[in-house]
């Protein structure tokens, strides 16, 4: 079984930059592929990127490619997302998840444990 906790959200101007933070932890997290979604109030669960368990490969959405980044370091069970050139449209609650799998999904039920989420607030 793993749990996954977000960190780093907040307020930021647009055009400003923020990291996010998914600390993992279980015995077989190494071998989890990771996901981050979003959520916008009145908006379906979005994805956003993913990772698989090794960290070769790397998946990002077409609304944040080139802006958004996603990283793992397996050593300290720790995935980020790096969210550069931010704009009010990405405002969201922004959710980190575990699937056991070592390959990534796009779909929110492919997942199965799920971070509490963190607000990402991007101002004009």
């Known amino acids: 079984q793993a749990q996954v906790v977000e960190s780093g959200g907040g307020l930021v101007q647009a055009g400003g930059s923020l990291r996010l933070s998914c600390a993992a932890s279980?015995?077989?997290?190494?071998?989890?592929?990771m996901g981050w979604f979003r959520q916008a109030p009145g908006k379906e669960r979005e994805f956003v990127g993913g990772?698989?368990?090794?960290?070769?490969?790397?998946y990002v959405a077409d609304s944040v490619k080139g802006r958004f980044t996603i990283s793992r370091d397996n050593g300290k069970n720790t995935v980020y997302l790096q969210m550069n050139s931010l704009k009010p449209e990405d405002t969201a609650v922004y959710y980190c998840?575990?699937?056991?799998?070592?390959?990534?999904?796009?779909?929110?039920?492919?997942?199965?444990?799920w971070g509490q989420g963190t607000q990402v607030t991007v101002s004009s």
């Open positions: 279980g015995r077989t997290f190494s071998r989890y592929a």
């Open positions: 990772i698989s368990w090794s960290g070769g490969r790397t």
């Open positions: 998840a575990a699937r056991n799998s070592i390959s990534v999904g796009t779909r929110s039920p492919e997942y199965d444990y």
